[in-house]
């Protein structure tokens, strides 16, 4: 054990965790120039078409130091996105110490701060990293002191590399193995192994990634989850290497995978603990906090006798994304579906791409909301993540939506439009300080609502790429809130209906009328689509009928024989129009989630 080491990449978004993983994996000789292509870790199209990491990554390398010592070190890969952060609370668990890597041209940005907030709560050892000092624009002397000052770490402890080039990465390796401490814990002892990931093989079953604590686990033993008390038969155990490579035990201090056969999905939880059937540990490993869903969309297949396979699938991707979470749900317009909780807008993206992409599912997503709580007068509370689900007006006494604490960290230039962005958002309380000179730190408490929309995008445009952002849940305050119902051809369409705060139901009525208007097909008769807020119209678009030419057979002749003709037709449309349904196509329910620009 003395020989082990686990350790962890942090950062913020882009400033090169998988760059510098793809070095220290290339400086081995795990895999020869010929296999080897970016991103090596990110092994998800979705991943290597977007440049970012979703999932994080384990691999196991064999590094020999200047001694001649033969050292394994067990590198986690992690996402640098705010709304992966679970991901990276998880990989941190498993781990004794971090790289924290900052950017030599950007300096401490807003998740380098929260990620190292996460390392200190888990107690690790922090080496800080200075990476691409090859870059025109690396300032290596303002870097160190930001590190000083903002991260309050020993900046002539910091390492300089540039994982892009190549630079300093033996440095990187020589301090993983004298700086970061070896892991504690006894192979004598009982089995106690957490849990921090799990994916499913069509062909073997759930394969479960776990580092082990105390104790050993070979192939042959039988295992139990301690959370639900089910045992299993271990058909084999191994590392990661790029690919699976198989051992003959895990030992105390390692990280790995465990095969065993495990059918159910839903016995594997993320943050269990496995122990031997045999000798079981006297408690279970402290687990992970239940990760908070901050959005939620439902989600419907698109033809309903799909439903089986998306429940399947549903399953299968909840095993591999523990941020995850879902429940029954049913729409009059959408039929049988789910209502789904995400920690944000691109983890909702992510979670529609990969259903399309790796369960084949064919779906359709509402409008994003956020959880709601209302006070009714007869003081009962209730919590309302569905506008479907919003009370009866009369009813209510006090409305209360979610506020968050955003960071937001920007060079000086941009201060006007950011506040002004943040003052639109209906942002309060804001608070400066200013790291080093030229860079600023705004605090503002916005409601989680605003943020969900569009913030973020809106936020890079206005900062030329340059703005980094973060939030943290705050608390529930009082609001004006009011249900906006969408009415096509006076029927209310559930699917398409929202709480909004009432000074934004009438721009988010319009823009759906709007986009609606483009979306649906035109029809004999007219269509009329509506945005209601109880009795009251508060935005109107209408799609004209086709006309068909009923008087193209009269020529010349008295007027009256064509007057009759259009009155005939006018009786028919009015006819039609009581009968008619209008379809709405599935394009108009993504479409309303996009911006004006867009």
């Known amino acids: 054990m003395e020989r082990i080491r686990n350790f962890s990449i942090i950062a913020h978004i882009d400033h090169g965790k998988s760059t510098l993983a793809d070095r220290l994996i290339q400086q081995v000789g795990l895999i020869d120039e010929r296999q080897f292509h970016d991103q090596l870790l990110d092994t998800m199209d ?27 070190l ?36 807003a998740q380098t701060l929260a990620n190292l907030y996460a390392a200190m709560e888990h107690d690790l050892e922090i080496i800080p990293v200075i990476n691409k000092i090859d870059l025109p624009a690396a300032d290596v002397e303002r870097v160190k002191e930001e590190i000083e000052i903002e991260l309050g770490l020993d900046s002539d402890q910091a390492l300089q590399c540039s994982a892009k080039e190549g630079i300093g990465i033996r440095e990187v390796f020589e301090a993983i193995t004298k700086r970061l401490p070896p892991p ?20 073997r079953g759930t394969v479960v990634s776990c580092r082990v604590f105390e104790g ?8 139990r989850f301690l959370s639900n008390g089910a045992t299993y038969k271990v058909e084999e155990v191994g590392v990661f290497r790029l690919k699976l490579e198989r051992r003959s035990r895990l030992s105390a201090g390692e990280v790995g995978y465990i095969i065993a056969g495990i059918k159910t999905v839903s016995d594997t939880r993320v943050g269990d603990t496995i122990t031997l059937d045999s000798n079981p540990c006297d408690e279970a490993l402290p687990g992970f906090k239940e990760a908070k869903s901050m959005v939620f969309s439902s989600i419907y297949p698109i033809a309903s006798d799909d439903y089986p396979g998306l429940v399947e699938a549903m399953e299968k991707y909840e095993l591999n994304d523990a941020a995850f979470h879902y429940q029954k749900d049913s729409s009059a317009a959408l039929g049988q579906g789910f209502r789904c909780g995400f920690l944000g807008l691109l983890h909702l993206e992510i979670v529609q791409e990969r259903l399309e992409r790796e369960f084949n599912q064919s779906i359709i997503m509402t409008a ?4 709601y709580r209302f006070v009714l007068k007869n003081g009962d509370k209730v919590t309302v993540d569905n506008p479907l689900y919003y009370p009866e007006p009369t009813e209510i006494e006090t409305a209360l939506e979610p506020y968050v604490r955003t960071t937001i960290i920007i060079p000086e230039r941009y201060m006007g439009a950011v506040m002004k962005l943040c003052t639109e958002r209906r942002g309060i309380n804001s608070r400066f300080n200013y790291p080093t000179p030229g860079r600023i730190e705004i605090h503002f408490d916005m409601p989680l609502a605003e943020i969900v929309y569009d913030f973020y995008d809106r936020l890079k445009t206005v900062t030329q790429g340059y703005g ?4 943290e849940y705050l608390d529930h305050r009082e ?4 249900k906006v119902d969408i009415l096509v051809n006076h029927e209310p369409v559930d699917a398409l209906s929202l709480i909004v705060h009432r000074d934004n139901a009438r721009p988010r009525g319009l823009h759906i009328c709007e986009r609606l208007k483009d979306e649906i097909p035109r029809q004999m008769f ?27 057979k009269c020529y010349g002749g008295d007027i009256t024989r064509k007057r009759k003709l259009l009155e005939k037709q006018k009786k028919g449309k009015e006819r039609m129009k009581m009968v008619g349904a209008v379809q709405i196509p599935q394009k108009a329910f993504v479409s309303i989630l996009k911006t004006e620009s867009e």
Do not use: M, W
């Not at 609001?479 to 009011?482: A, Q």
């Open 46 to 72: 979705i991943e290597q078409e977007r440049g970012i990491t979703i999932k994080s990554q384990t691999c196991s390398l064999p590094f020999s130091n200047d001694q001649g010592e033969q050292f394994e």
């Open 74 to 109: 067990n590198l986690i890969d992690t996402p640098g996105h705010v709304d992966f952060s679970y991901e990276v609370s998880r990989a941190l668990a498993s781990c004794e110490g971090v790289l924290l890597l900052v950017d030599a041209a950007q300096g401490v940005e």
């Open 184 to 203: 504690a814990g006894e192979a004598a002892n009982p089995l106690s192994a957490l849990i921090f990931d799990a994916n499913y093989d069509s062909f």
């Open 216 to 223: 050993s686990v070979k192939t042959g033993d039988t295992i």
């Open 368 to 371: 994003p909301s956020v959880e």
């Open 468 to 471: 980094s952002f973060d939030y």
């Open 479 to 482: 609001s004006d809130l009011v």
């Open 526 to 552: 007219k269509i009329i689509i509506q945005g209601a807020i109880g009795g009251s119209i508060i935005a109107r678009s209408t799609i004209n009928p086709f006309r068909k030419d009923v008087t193209a």
